[in-house]
């Protein structure tokens, strides 16, 4: 029983210290480029397609909300309650599933980066802003944050649906004979039950 606390604290443990170090990297990422770029630069990394430059966002992703002052406040409000409720779910959804667990952290460490960055960033008419400074082609300027979030949230999905013996469609034949098993062990609590 303490071995088994022990492991659950350590696998806490893991998350936490997986969301400090991304939300680590994106402050002093957006903190690097606050200083060494301007809105004129653009350092090609892959020329045309993804380039360095800097700009601070008043809006989410993709532009959405740019000008709209009530929904921005509505995402500064949103961003905390749907961070503690995302720490929430993976402590108590996916107690069994680690990747899950960490997938829910990484989207926290970029929702909460960004977050940070609308509360003591500015732009020049004092609107709250987040710093930008990775051109994609097809995305215009994002940040690290913004890639922990979408990257997140793709790793999330793939593995609600194929990985490990609760996911949809479980890709391992060990995952499906368990899923098989499990639901075999409900069937028969049912029947007993009734």
């Known amino acids: 029983?303490?071995?088994?606390?022990?492991?659950?604290?350590?696998?806490?443990?893991?998350?936490?210290?997986?969301?400090?170090?991304?939300?680590?990297?994106?402050?002093?990422?957006?903190?690097?480029?606050?200083?060494?770029?301007?809105?004129?630069?653009?350092?090609?990394?892959?020329?045309?397609?993804?380039?360095?430059?800097?700009?601070?966002?008043?809006?989410?992703?993709?532009?959405?909300?740019?000008?709209?002052?009530a929904f921005m406040t509505a995402i500064m409000v949103l961003t905390p309650i749907l961070s503690a409720g995302f720490v929430a779910i993976a402590l108590a959804v996916f107690k069994k599933n680690m990747p899950a667990r960490i997938a829910l952290f990484v989207i926290t460490s970029g929702a909460v980066g960004n977050f940070l960055d609308r509360l003591f960033v500015f732009d020049a008419f004092g609107k709250p802003a987040v710093?930008?400074?990775?051109?994609?082609?097809?995305?215009?300027?994002?940040?690290?944050?913004?890639?922990?979030?979408?990257?997140?949230?793709?790793?999330?999905?793939?593995?609600?649906l194929f990985i490990g013996p609760s996911a949809a469609f479980p890709i391992r034949k060990k995952w499906r004979e368990e899923q098989k098993r499990l639901e075999a062990e409900k069937e028969a609590r049912k029947h007993a039950d009734a």
Not at 54 to 67: H, P, T, V
Not at 135 to 155: K, S
């Open 1 to 69: 029983m303490k071995y088994e606390k022990l492991k659950r604290a350590k696998r806490i443990l893991i998350c936490i210290l997986v969301a400090f170090v991304l939300l680590l990297i994106d402050q002093i990422t957006k903190l690097i480029a606050q200083i060494e770029l301007t809105e004129e630069m653009r350092v090609p990394l892959i020329k045309g397609w993804v380039e360095f430059t800097y700009k601070l966002n008043d809006s989410i992703a993709f532009g959405i909300g740019n000008g709209n002052h």
């Open 131 to 160: 710093r930008d400074f990775v051109y994609l082609r097809f995305f215009n300027v994002c940040n690290f944050a913004d890639f922990c979030i979408t990257l997140g949230a793709v790793a999330l999905v793939f593995i609600l």
